[in-house]
T-cell receptor
Framework: DTAVSQTPKYLVTQMGNDKSIKCEQN?????MYWYKQDSKKFLKIMFS???????INETVPNRFSPKSPDKAHLNLHINSLELGDSAVYFC?????????????FGPGTRLTVT | KQEVTQIPAALSVPEGENLVLNCSFT??????LQWFRQDPGKGLTSLLL?????REQTSGRLNASLDKSSGRSTLYIAASQPGDSATYLC??????????FGKGTKLTVNP
């Protein structure tokens, strides 16, 4: 009965490969997010979708492409992986995109690019 | 551009002590402020959410305060326990509707 789940939990891959991370929430929320936590543990937003529409797109290389097939899922596809993409990627969701809503986070996906 | 600072970066206390973690933010035009806990190798657990119109929120041994005009929030932990050891993150939500995080305070409570 996990609220926000991510797969895989760990991902080790070589430079140049393409990989995807999946996120699902069973909370009935309308808004989902992707965050990146770098090696210094700093968390920064990458993307946000509200009801399958992109509403936040931070300065992220266009090798990163989010896709929301429905409002319960937000996947992150990364092309041509680079060493600097190694990080922990967190998915989150909230009831809506309005200011007052609390965000709920998934367990994270640790990506290691070798 | 919103910036969030947390002081101290690390804190070590003996069990049973009351403690305060500090968070400051540069832009007071926020919707809310959220305190999270992160255990090593784990995700984020939301502890408390304070709306911009509120002054404080309490949950068990935790109390968070918000002074929006001065751009400050504190997280008070009463009677600390070894199980409270974790990194505590403060995040604010502003007009752009994205959460901006501080770098966290790593708390160690020694038995």
């Amino acid at each position: 009965d996990t609220a926000v789940s991510q797969t895989p939990k760990y991902l080790v891959t070589q430079m140049g490969n393409d990989k995807s991370i999946k996120c699902e929430q069973n909370l009935g929320h309308d808004t989902m997010y992707w965050y990146k936590q770098d090696s210094k543990k700093f968390l920064k937003i990458m993307f946000s979708y509200n009801n399958k529409e992109l509403i936040i797109n931070e300065t992220v290389p266009n090798r990163f492409s989010p896709k929301s097939p429905d409002k319960a899922h937000l996947n992150l596809h990364i092309n041509s992986l680079e060493l600097g993409d190694s990080a922990v990627y967190f998915c989150a969701s909230s009831p809506g995109s309005g200011g007052s809503y609390e965000q709920y986070f998934g367990p994270g996906t640790r990506l290691t690019v070798t | 551009k919103q910036e969030v600072t947390q002081i101290p970066a690390a804190l070590s206390v003996p069990e049973g002590e009351n403690l305060v973690l500090n968070c400051s933010f540069t832009d007071s035009a926020i919707y809310n402020l959220q305190w999270f806990r992160q255990d090593p190798g784990k995700g984020l657990t939301s502890l408390l959410l304070i709306q911009s119109s509120q002054r404080e929120q309490t949950s068990g041994r935790l109390n968070a305060s918000l002074d929006k005009s001065s751009g400050r929030s504190t997280l008070y932990i009463a009677a600390s326990q070894p199980g409270d050891s974790a990194t505590y993150l403060c995040a604010v939500k502003g007009g752009s509707e994205k959460l901006v995080f501080g770098k966290g305070t790593k708390l160690t409570v020694n038995p």
